[in-house]
């Protein structure tokens, strides 16, 4: 079975950090682009981050540009994004996600502009407080 397990969200303050994981079972990060999206309550899913060997470098949504950073241990089949200097808009339910290279919306322009999702986990909270 394919599995995405987010993990790692909770409560912070603004300001704060934290690092959310994301491990994957059932296929490996070779072949896929793999990105984090999040949505907040009555708002729209927004694609965070996405990181692919298609592509020459990752993508950052311009909302956390200088602040989270992507990275994946293809070893260990897990990818990360670091969240640093945390606002209280960056609450919502973070999840991960991935698409194949050899669908019709390989990279990250394709998993995050056009969603061309192969796989999806369930997500994990993360709270701002102000």
């Known amino acids: 079975d394919v599995q995405l397990q987010a993990s790692g969200g909770g409560l912070v303050q603004a300001g704060g950090s934290l690092r959310l994981s994301c491990a994957a079972s059932g296929f490996t990060f070779d072949d896929y682009a793999i990105g984090w999206f999040r949505q907040a309550p009555g708002k729209e899913r927004e694609g965070v981050s996405c990181?692919?060997?298609?592509?020459?470098?990752?993508y950052y949504a311009d909302s956390v540009k200088g602040r989270f950073a992507i990275s994946s241990d293809n070893a260990k089949n897990t990818m990360y994004l670091e969240m640093n200097s945390l606002k209280p808009e960056d609450t919502a339910v973070y999840y991960c996600?991935?698409?194949?290279?050899?669908?019709?919306?390989?990279?990250?322009?394709?998993?995050?502009?056009?969603?061309?999702?192969?796989?999806r986990g369930k997500g994990t909270l993360v709270t701002v407080s102000s």
């Open positions: 996600a991935a698409t194949s290279y050899y669908s019709d919306y390989a990279g990250c322009s394709g998993l995050i502009y056009y969603y061309g999702v192969d796989y």
């Open positions: 990181i692919s060997s298609l592509d020459n470098s990752p």
